[in-house]
């Protein structure tokens, strides 16, 4: 697969009052591919924002480089390539919604024509329809983060930079924009995304990195933290037999009972044996197993308490 | 200079459009125009006719007076805010990722700037002649009206302005406050008004007995800040005198060249400007 954003050694550091360094973001190395989704997590402050504001230009880097697009060096090509969505975004307000879609488009130099029917397209789409000729300070912060999310879809980029994309919006819009980036990602867009929650991630994300105090702690592909994250099972039991409940007392615990059904937790390390004996029992119904997944959230408090 | 391959100006007229729509609709801009309409069709008429035998020239001199008031008061307000507010409601980190360099961004600013000045200036020119036009109704002046002085007389003021709006955007284009940019762009107007005196002053033999440091700080204020004298035609169009092409053409040169200076230093500085 291409790659969609390369970030080679990249370091910024801050230079406060009295000249007091202080070092945002230490030696990123990082390639997103064309067509991933890619979840930037870490606490407040780790360096996130940093990393975003580098890749759009709005700051300079103290040290390393990167490419978006394979647009080395230039950075006006770089944005021609992005759609971004700033973290709480707040765009001219005096504008209408439908005025600021028409001069984000005309930036990109899309055609009068396009630029009307891309807008009617995102502001139905994104619920806006009825607003947009009611000027932006009057649309609550959801409509402002859906504009957002509306003016960065606009010119159809390839690679979009979302930061906080769910941030202010209900649990509809949550569930809009959701549908939106896994229809980008079925699109083969690459989107970058910083956010706080943990289950989008899991839910849209292919991979995740996560950053802590401007160090890049950890990364990997959700399939594989799902799949390595799996801690047990429970199983639910229709009946079973003696043999099976004493095998249970010693691998499992019993975790509940309800309308004559037997749950049970049983280790992932003891799952074969016990699955083996079970399959050998006439007595023994097993009605469903589920896994017991360590969450995103336990991983990212390990990684980020520095277990 | 400016290098204009690198201002993208389609991206800068984008900006531009933006700004204007903005002053158009800023309550501040419209208030003041208002204003100033009810005093040129009232006002100013009822005064001059209180000075007897000059009615038109009082007219014409109040309603130059007006209008040099109001389009400075436009000016410092909209040109202080152009940059902070952006960063202040953070409009810039939408807009700054979009294709637009920060030259563009910067030159859009100032041209939508000066085409709200020139929106209000031509306004404001409309109904003080109304205005001028009234007040001579009711006492013949003895002098003929050469209205292509008055319109050259605001066609300077506005060029003025300009100037002046370039310095808000220089201070603006560093400044993480309002007020540095606010003041500086008010000491800039008032030492470019008074510099002319100042050289004038120390060219006379009195001046010459001033101590020799003092000079040369006068002289290299007069030298770096714009002389802004030299933009005030009011006289020649409150008395029709006669106007010299060179001496205009000297001057606009002037302002061109200047402003080209002051946003050069502008763009400079912005590039660098981190925006965190």
């Known amino acids: 697969m291409e790659t969609a954003i390369k970030i080679e050694s990249l370091g910024k550091i801050y230079r406060g009052v009295k000249g007091k360094r202080v070092e945002a973001l230490k030696n990123l190395n990082l390639e997103i591919l064309k067509g991933e989704v890619f979840g930037f997590l870490g606490p407040n402050g780790a360096g996130k924002s940093t990393t975003i504001r580098l890749l759009t230009g709005l700051i300079s880097p103290s040290s390393g480089r990167f490419s978006i697009g394979g647009s080395n060096g230039s950075l006006m090509n770089c944005k021609k390539m992005v759609g971004y969505l700033p973290e709480n975004p707040s765009f001219y307000d005096y504008l209408t919604g439908e005025e600021y879609l028409s001069f984000v488009g005309n930036t990109f130099d899309m055609k009068g024509e396009s630029i009307i029917s891309e807008s009617e397209r995102l502001l139905t789409l994104l619920d806006l329809h009825g607003a947009r000729k009611r000027p932006i300070r009057s649309y609550s912060k959801g409509m402002v983060q859906r504009l957002g999310l509306a003016q960065c879809l606009i010119h159809d980029p390839e690679i979009l930079i979302l930061d906080e994309p769910m941030s202010g919006l209900d649990p509809l819009g949550r569930i809009l924009v959701r549908d939106i980036i896994l229809n980008l990602k079925a699109r083969g867009k690459c989107v970058f995304m910083s956010t706080h929650i943990l289950h989008d991630i899991e839910v849209i994300c292919d991979r995740v990195g996560i950053i802590v105090r401007g160090e890049l702690r950890h990364l990997e592909s959700i399939q594989d933290i799902m799949t390595r994250g799996i801690k047990g099972y429970r199983i639910i039991f229709n009946s079973l037999s003696d043999r099976v409940v004493d095998r249970l007392r010693t691998v499992g615990e019993r975790i509940g009972s309800e309308k004559g059904t037997l749950s049970y937790y049983v280790a992932k390390g003891n799952m074969q044996s016990l699955l083996a004996e079970a399959s050998t029992d006439k007595v023994t119904v097993i009605q469903l197993i589920e896994p017991i997944r360590r969450g995103l959230d336990e991983l990212f408090e390990e990684v980020t308490r520095g277990n | ?276």
Not at chain 2, 80 to 100: G, K, S
């Open chain 2, 1 to 276: 200079m400016l290098r204009c391959r690198n201002l993208f100006p389609n991206q800068a007229f984008g900006i531009a459009k933006v700004t204007l729509t903005g002053g158009r609709r800023d309550k501040v801009f419209i208030t003041l125009i208002f204003i100033s309409v009810i005093s040129f069709l009232a006002v100013i008429p009822a005064a001059s006719s209180l000075s007897m035998r000059q009615v038109r020239e009082v007219a014409v001199n109040l309603s130059l007076s007006t209008i040099s008031f109001v389009s400075l008061v436009l000016t410092v307000f909209f040109g202080v805010h152009l940059i902070y507010r952006d960063m202040e409601q953070r409009f810039v980190h939408a807009v700054l990722p979009l294709p637009i360099s920060r030259g563009s961004y910067l030159i859009g600013k100032f041209l939508g700037l000066s085409a709200i000045l020139a929106i209000g200036l031509t306004i404001l020119s409309l109904f003080s002649s109304i205005g001028i036009l009234i007040a001579s109704a009711t006492y013949k002046s003895q002098i003929p009206m050469l209205w292509e002085n008055y319109v050259a007389a605001v066609f300077f003021e506005y060029l003025e302005l300009l100037i002046l709006a370039s310095f808000a955007v220089f201070f603006s284009s560093f400044s993480t406050t309002v007020f540095l940019p606010l003041f500086s762009t008010v000491s800039v107007y008032i030492i470019g008004n008074v510099t002319q005196s100042v050289a004038e002053y120390i060219a006379s033999p009195y001046g010459q007995k001033l101590p020799r440091f003092s000079i040369y700080i006068s002289k290299a204020v007069y030298y770096i800040f714009p002389n802004l004298t030299a933009f005030d035609l009011k006289a020649k169009a409150i008395y029709s005198l006669r106007m010299s092409f060179s001496d205009l053409s000297f001057i606009f040169l002037y302002a061109v060249l200047y402003i080209l200076i002051i946003l050069s230093a502008s763009l400079l500085v912005f590039r660098r400007r981190e925006i965190a």
